[in-house]
Nanobody
Framework: QVQLVESGGGLVQAGDSLRLSCAAS????????MGWFRQAPGKEREFVGR????????AYADSVKGRFTISRDYAKNTMYLQMNSLKPEDTAVYYC????????????WGQGTQVTVSS
């Protein structure tokens, strides 16, 4: 089992930047990749991006491509989401999650961190 703890959320203005962190513990050696998801009020949870733990390959949703960057620190077992040029529509609870294989289900989830972008 993997435990995940997100941090770094907050209230910012449109155009500002914010960096979220996701600290992982437990059976991290079994992971294929780590992902970021978000859920806005009244909307379904959506994929934001992910990073593989072996090669560091990344993928992003079109809505954040060019503005958000995912990275990881192996020594700290931590994944980051650098968010630049934030927009009000980025307001959501952001979650990190992990899975053990490509095309597998994300089975471990953090508690989420709130990001609010004011216009």
């Amino acid at each position: 089992q993997v435990q995940l703890v997100e941090s770094g959320g907050g209230l910012v203005q449109a155009g500002d930047s914010l960096r979220l962190s996701c600290a992982a513990s437990g059976r991290t050696f079994s992971l294929y990749d780590m992902g970021w998801f978000r859920q806005a009020p009244g909307k379904e949870r959506e994929f934001v991006g992910r990073i593989t733990l072996s090669g560091g390959d990344t993928a992003y949703a079109d809505s954040v491509k060019g503005r958000f960057t995912i990275s990881r620190d192996y020594a700290k077992n931590t994944m980051y989401l650098q968010m630049n040029s934030l927009k009000p529509e980025d307001t959501a609870v952001y979650y990190c999650a992990t899975r053990t294989r490509l095309n597998g289900v994300y089975t471990s989830w953090g508690q989420g961190t709130q990001v609010t972008v004011s216009s």
